[in-house]
């Protein structure tokens, strides 16, 4: 049976290089989609955290949106 | 994923040239410490990963592969330095060679170079956990939960999970600072905006109310609600003359003055007193506490590194570094300070009061400051411009925290006070006190104009709080989250590999844990592991266990997390020397349990321990020609293993040069590794020895003894089943053996053992000469004359029934007919 969850969490590995390591990291994606409050945060995390190299500057930006000058 | 066929080791390590053939099947390296077994697995290790992990780890400064990596003798000569391995991979039942040199480790030449080939071979590099030492294997068992968590997830390829969540924690840690910061900003600007009001409280009607009644004052119409964008002065002309100069208003200018002298005098108060005393006190125990101070300094050096890495380079020691790898290095490092970390939060906690009033009183001061340098004339306020410096110093040192002397030394300048201001506070009274008494228009007007640029402020603080709190509050939220879905997904995870673990740990101690459990439990950050006691109870494995069984343990939960980690492509692993301390009853099951368990997985097992070997060909998990055995080592060979040919031929150059010492106890060595192995395969008795430590005397005889007694039963079998062929070949045998042991004496050993062998050293060459010649012989009747093997008693348990030799040439029964 594949339900929606199924789906979601198949669409979040997706991005992911389909490692134990970011199966996990998509389920915590798919968690957030859950909550619709946090749509635009969920558009940037979802590009930033299946880089082993993201820095903490990068998910500042991904959480909070890019710093107005 | 692999298995090693073959493996050619050149001027690598301690090894000038080496070849071994698995065969894909397991095999072992046996030998003495200090043999070269270790330059094996680094060889290994190398050719698969192009690392060695020996020269890369933790406390390895200094040493490197490219330097390091080649026999010493050709350290200057790095391209000389390379494996050679052959692979069959099953998976694309192919076969493939990998020859990698120290000079380009990173390109190793794959024969045949196809992709899929490649791949492999690139998946393999990135797994350099199929090496298992004891070292490592300890780490499991016996970590602090932190570190424990670590090492298993690093296992299992899990660090940016560890990683993410580490850097979520931070954030949201940092961010409630934030918030915390901006929220004593908006505080001081609400206390400044309800100065300047003169109300008793901050509220919108009382501030309306006060407002309207100046308003009034200037015919201006009342505001009857205040919106964010609301001007208090409304209505009143604002343009300011460039020219003018900078009005100091007499009832804000006197506000001022008092608010900062009401605040040193809290300063000075015994309430405030009371808790420096205390503060100081605290500092003071953790002053005496080296461990606290040890770990405080190196906790604040790895955040300052942390916050510096420029996600290239190390800030200290410009080393480059992936930024995933460098972050879980310092957080590694940092969980061995988790303690004092919450001493430090905790003295953060007790000096919090003090440090907000010393702000508050360091704001207070460049305002009285500015006051008098806008006064005509001029109140000169350098005091109070040199207590703010001082307060400056004592609030940095205070937050900083360390050193602990100097926090402990600014919170003691703070009970001292300062006279010295009090003149300056007279003349800034009198000064302001002499200033014109304004009209009630006038004053109304500068009450509006202070508390607009007040209302201001609160305003920006208020919103730059309310933002701050707003990004607090969703890092926390999305780092929750992230913990509580991680933690299901590894709880998940462990709950498997606690099963797989309890599983293989209760296979190998059926005898005595048959009802064996464990428990991982995960925690964020943290694994804890704990393990049934008898059921006595859990705890953790080095509480009560042996060190034996916790050997077991650390190899069971390793091959569990492998066993998860790869499934089906966990086909190769290498237990360097791990389960040292295991006792021998339990190895046969280690043995059992890794051929039964693992039959697609081939090991690569090193041993110091010939008895840890034995077990492992009794049990099957390694065939008789699946071990190579080390006897020595020397800078110019490498190792060297116990092999008939090279032996004889060693000692005939040993007596060419005249050393007729080398010789005897090369042949010494020879004859006792010999005889181990000839009374094991003919289940020979040997009077026992507590330390196991058997000598040649112990040994020979009885290997004779019982080869001469099995050939007298196979003979008198096969005159029993009147087998003629068979009871000649026995009577040759037989002969052989008589002539060949009296020709070398040792039976005469048993009378005295000892002395006759302890003598050999002393002997001439002419006199030696003979005595090799004749354990030669003696040896070589041992052994099939057509294939080379020693002859072994079958079964090798219970009654014997025959006498064997690998190629079938010898085939004695020994079972007479009833």
């Known amino acids: 049976m594949t339900n929606d969850s199924t789906e979601a969490k198949a669409q979040a590995t997706r991005h992911g290089n389909g490692s134990v390591a970011h199966e996990i990291i998509g389920e915590f994606i798919v968690a957030l989609e859950a909550r619709p409050q946090y749509a635009d945060v969920v558009a940037r995390l979802s590009k930033v955290v299946f880089d082993g190299r993201v820095s903490d500057a990068s998910l500042r930006i991904a959480l909070f949106g890019e710093l107005e000058l | ?818």
């Open chain 2, 1 to 818: 994923m692999i298995l090693v066929k073959s493996i050619s080791i050149h001027e690598f390590r301690g090894v000038r040239d080496l070849t071994l053939t698995p065969d894909g099947k397991n095999f072992a390296v046996c030998g003495p410490n200090g043999t070269g077994k270790s330059g094996i697995v680094d060889a290994l290790e190398f050719v698969l990963t192009g690392n060695i992990s020996r020269l890369s780890g933790e406390g390895t400064g200094g040493l490197s592969v490219k330097e390091h990596g080649p026999h010493v003798d050709s350290r200057n000569r790095p391209d000389d330095a390379y494996v050679t391995v052959t692979l069959a991979i099953p998976t694309l039942g192919k076969e493939a060679t990998i020859r990698r040199s120290v000079k380009d480790p990173r390109n190793p030449k794959i024969t045949p170079d196809e992709a899929a080939i490649r791949r492999v071979v690139e998946r393999v590099g990135l797994h350099p956990e199929f090496v298992l030492s004891r070292r490592e294997l300890i780490r499991y068992i016996l970590a602090e939960p932190g570190k424990r968590s670590k090492e298993v997830l690093a296992l299992l390829r899990l660090e940016q999970v560890e990683t993410l969540r580490v850097q979520f924690q931070r954030i949201a840690n940092a961010t409630e600072r934030e918030a915390g910061v901006q929220k004593t900003v908006q505080e001081r600007a609400g206390a400044a905006l309800q100065s300047a009001l003169n109300i008793p409280k901050l509220t919108m009607a009382a501030l309306l109310a006060a407002v309207n009644e100046r308003r009034a004052l200037l015919s201006l119409a009342p505001l009857t609600v205040l919106e964010p964008t609301t001007s208090i002065k409304d209505g009143m002309s604002t343009v300011a003359t460039p020219t003018q100069p900078v009005k100091v208003i007499k009832v804000d200018a006197s506000a001022q003055l008092t608010k900062l002298q009401e605040k040193l005098s809290e300063l000075a108060s015994s309430e405030v007193q009371a808790q420096c005393v205390a503060a100081q006190a605290s500092i003071a125990k953790l002053l005496q506490d080296e461990k606290f101070l040890d770990s405080a300094t190196s906790e604040e050096f790895l955040q300052q590194a942390l916050a510096a890495y420029d996600e290239e380079i190390c800030p200290v020691c410009d080393t480059p570094w992936e930024p995933e790898k460098f972050r879980a290095h310092i957080a590694q490092k940092l969980v061995r300070h988790s303690e004092a970390i919450k001493q430090r939060r905790a003295l953060e906690n007790v000096l919090k009061p003090i440090l907000d009033r010393v702000n508050d009183v360091v704001v207070l001061c460049t305002g009285v400051a500015a006051l008098g340098a806008a006064l005509k004339p001029v109140v000169n306020c350098a005091s109070i411009l040199t207590y703010h410096e001082h307060l400056q110093t004592v609030s940095k040192a205070m937050t900083a925290l360390l050193p602990l002397g100097k926090a402990r030394e600014a919170l003691g300048s703070l009970a001292s006070g300062d006279e010295t201001m009090k003149p300056t506070f007279e003349q800034l009274a009198s000064a302001i006190g002499a200033l014109p008494e304004p009209n009630v228009q006038e004053t109304a007007r500068d009450y509006l104009t202070i508390c607009q640029e007040r209302l201001e402020t609160f305003r920006q603080a208020s919103a730059a709080l309310k933002e701050a709190r707003s990004k607090a509050e969703l890092a926390r939220e999305v780092f929750d989250i992230y913990a509580s879905e991680t933690t299901k997904a590894l709880d998940a995870i462990y709950a498997e590999v606690q099963e797989t673990f309890g599983r293989l740990y209760r296979l190998v101690n059926h005898d005595d844990e048959e009802q064996f459990q464990a428990r991982l439990k995960p925690s964020i950050g943290k694994l804890g592991f704990d393990v049934d006691f008898y059921g006595r109870g859990f705890f953790p494995p080095g509480a009560y266990h042996s060190e034996g069984h916790q050997d077991g343990m650390g190899l069971c939960l390793y091959l569990a997390l492998m066993q998860h980690l790869a499934g089906d492509a966990f086909t190769f692993a290498v237990l360097d020397d791990v389960l040292m301390s295991v006792d021998s009853g339990h190895r046969r099951e280690v043995s059992k349990m890794l051929q039964q368990e693992f039959p697609k997985t081939q090991f690569f097992l090193t041993t110091h321990d010939e008895i840890w070997l034995r077990h492992m060909k009794v049990v099957g998990l390694i065939k008789p020609n699946g071990a190579a055995h080390f006897r020595t080592w020397n800078v110019d060979e490498g190792p060297t293993e116990w092999d008939d040919k090279d032996v004889w031929g060693e000692i005939d150059s040993f007596l060419a040069k005249n050393d007729v010492r080398a010789a005897a106890a090369l042949l010494r060595n020879y004859l006792e590794h010999f005889s181990k192995e000839a009374c094991h395969v003919l289940r020979a008795q040997v009077e026992f020895r507590g330390d196991a430590q058997f000598t040649l005397g112990d040994l020979l005889p009885s290997a004779i003894s019982r080869a001469k007694k099995l050939l007298k039963e196979g003979k008198a079998a096969a005159q029993s089943w009147g087998q003629t062929d068979n009871f000649e070949k026995a009577q040759k045998l037989e002969a052989a053996f008589a002539a060949a042991a009296a020709g070398s004496n040792a039976e005469q050993w048993q009378v005295n053992a000892a002395v006759h062998y302890n003598e050999w050293a002393s002997l001439h060459r002419n006199d030696f000469e003979p005595v090799v010649k004749a354990f030669k012989a003696l040896v070589d009747t041992f052994a099939c004359q057509t294939c080379h093997a020693v002859l072994f008693v079958t079964p090798d348990q219970r009654s014997p029934e025959g006498l064997r030799c690998m190629c079938g040439g010898v085939n004695l029964n020994l079972l007479k007919k009833a």
